[in-house]
């Protein structure tokens, strides 16, 4: 029997939300396609897999027992793709890195030409990261390594080539009256609304919302911007402040925006990220060692 893993993965959500309303939202996708959906792996399955309640949905014996296997079945998929991607772009000789809006600036031609001392032949692709995927695509196996500034630790799932600790700065209006100081104390500033990244962006929508400075208080959003432009307009017009790089100072300078640095703030540690369980390659560690090399910061 054939069963599409898309529809594998909405039977997953559904059953970790206990809401088609819930999981609807978390998938992106409205109520009555995910419902269909689902009524869609019942047919195939020829089994009922929810029952409606007042409060959301009942898994069946049937969905418990499916559920103890799915996150194995999607874990073996995803891995199958990744090594299907990483063989392709291997016999290319090309390898595939992500970046952020402001990383990107930190490398440049004396990196790619130290790259290709070390392996000639091969290329670098560059490619922006996704917001809307937690991993940038290192989980699907579309970018080989991704240059982060990211908090000292990150889970158990990645492993990282550090190459340097910089501060987080706030950034905000210059109409703004905390603009008026040079110095701000982080509680300040996370007394006032955020600019926010999506939701689905997961843990670093927290750790630029300073959730570990929050002690557990949510923050306020002002606003939600679905790329870096958005989220400097939404910043620059006063709907919320927001943190970032310090690299982002001398990057993104114009005049209806203010940086100011912050105390009580924890610094963002800059490297190269990949999968841990994925081993890295001569490619990789070449990357990563012509970074070394030409990365100052």
Known sequence: MDIDTGLLRS??????????????????VSQPTLTKQIRQLEAQLGVQLFERTRTGVTPTPAAEALAGHTAAVLAGWDGA???????????????????EGSTINLVGLATMAEFG??????????RQNNWFDVS???????????????????????????????????????EHPLAAHQVLDVRDVLAEPFVAIPAEAGFWRDYWLGAAERDGRPARIGAVAHNADEWLAAVACGQGVGFAPEAMRRLASRPDVAYRNVTGLS???????????????????AFIDAC?????L
């Open 11 to 28: 039977f997953a959500v559904v059953c970790e939300e206990g809401q088609l309303t819930a999981a609807a939202a978390r998938l992106s």
């Open 81 to 99: 793709v990744r090594a299907a991607r990483q063989a392709a772009t291997e016999a290319e000789g090309l390898l595939r890195v992500g970046f």
């Open 117 to 126: 001392r070390r392996m000639p032949g091969w290329q670098v692709r560059m």
């Open 136 to 174: 940038s695509g290192l989980a699907t196996g579309e970018i080989d390594l991704a240059l982060w500034h990211a908090p000292a630790d990150l889970g158990p799932e990645y492993a990282a080539a550090r190459l340097a600790v910089v501060d987080r700065i706030a950034v905000l209006s210059s």
């Open 267 to 285: 610094p963002s540690h800059v490297g190269l990220h990949w999968l841990r369980e994925r081993p890295l390659t001569r490619a990789m560690t």
């Open 292 to 296: 070394r090399e030409t990365v100052h």
